[in-house]
């Protein structure tokens, strides 16, 4: 049996701009932990082959220290690496791939056509190319197929993405996989995990990014564990990432807010870093207090985010149907809810409390 580790979109030296600069800087050096962890995780399940499928750098301005533990890290992997430059950190003239001493058991793609190299002590071949600038148009594998014997053992190892061939992110067909003569293809670029794919004879997919960055990067994040054995592929997702970004939801009906997050609190992860959807129903007079709820989050979870997705209480509208000022009011401003986006409900929701005090000449709502 062979063992492989999958892993792409390590997306270094991201700017974190969603965060303050402090915690910026802290998420960027939590980052480059990752490489540890690959390496400690290649050494954990004796992995045969590497692959790095790419994206590995966020830019083509890396920074001095990544560079430096990235050196670190792949000295202390034993097995053959492979690195496949992405459209983030195409190779180029200017490329921080180009700022390396890579260590012999590195290979890194260099040119748009697939290249072949070949480890017969493991029976094994690999192909791989690179972005050679911010985009590619033709598809990674157009008119490629790997001439090797029925039973070798052929990897993969690409950025791209199965879409459109209009794609401007290295457009790859599922027809153009089933006619690769590849065994697995280790590809990079999607964000999200893919699970084991396959077309025709051969096996691919996307690991995702192993850290995620924003809240379109949700929940546990990580690489790929995978063996190869009589040619059946195999995969198992391990999650790597320090923190994971969250959008949970809250039901508040009928509870006081306070108890239902501290109660909320109790069962989470205080370094994830969350955006909370207070939702449910509530009294049109017991509006979330969101400033003194952010606080108490925020002083558990690393970073918090809440939002108040409520909905008024039926008792709210129980005047709707009366022929009166105030039912035209209700009528008027129930159709408008309707219409309205759900960013723009909560708003006029507070309008239709405001209305009716005036209406009714009660104090206004807080």
């Known amino acids: 049996m062979l063992t492989f580790l999958h892993a792409a979109d390590l997306h270094l030296d991201s700017p974190f701009h969603s965060l303050p600069p402090d915690r910026a800087a802290e998420r960027r050096q939590e980052q480059r932990q990752l490489l540890t962890r690959l390496a400690d995780t290649a050494r954990q399940v004796q992995a045969d082959l590497i692959f790095l499928s790419g994206d590995l750098f966020d830019s083509q301005r890396a920074r001095p220290e990544t560079l430096q533990l990235l050196q670190q890290g792949l000295e202390e992997i034993e097995a053959p690496v492979f690195l496949s430059p992405g459209n983030h950190d195409p190779y180029t ?13 590195v290979h890194l793609f260099t040119t748009p056509t697939p290249t072949r190299v070949a480890l017969p002590h493991l029976g094994v071949v690999v192909y791989g190319s690179a972005f050679t600038s911010p985009y590619r148009t033709d598809g990674p594998l157009s008119g490629f197929c790997a001439q090797e014997a029925k039973d070798s053992m052929v990897f993969g190892c690409f ?10 992110y290295g457009p790859i067909s599922t027809q153009e996989i089933a006619a690769s003569g590849l065994t697995y293809l280790a590809l990079g670029h999607i964000h999200a995990a893919s699970g084991l794919q396959r077309a025709g004879n051969t096996y691919y997919a996307w690991p995702g990014c192993p850290e995620g960055r924003g809240f379109d990067e949700t929940g546990d994040k990580g690489i790929y564990i995978g063996h190869l054995e009589s040619g059946v592929v195999t995969l198992e997702f391990v999650p790597l990432a320090r923190r994971r970004y969250l959008t949970p939801t809250l039901d508040i009906t009928d509870r006081d807010p306070v108890q239902a997050l501290e109660s909320f609190i109790r069962t989470a992860r205080s370094e994830d870093i969350l955006h909370l959807h207070l939702t449910g129903t509530r009294d049109p007079e017991n509006a979330p207090n969101l400033t003194a709820l952010t606080a108490l989050a925020s002083g558990y979870f690393y970073s918090a985010i809440l939002s108040d997705d409520t909905t008024l209480s039926r008792s709210l509208w129980a005047r709707m149907e009366e022929e009166t000022l105030t039912g035209l009011f209700l009528r008027n401003m129930a159709q408008r809810i309707e219409a309205a986006s759900p960013e723009e409900r909560p708003l006029l929701e507070r309008a239709v409390r405001f209305g009716l005090a005036a209406l009714e000449g009660r104090e206004e709502p807080t």
Request: glycine share 4%; hydrophobic share 15%.
């Open 159 to 168: 950025h791209g993405e199965v879409t459109s061939s209009h794609s401007r």
């Open 93 to 105: 003239s200017t490329s921080p791939y180009r700022r390396l001493t890579w260590p012999s058991h």
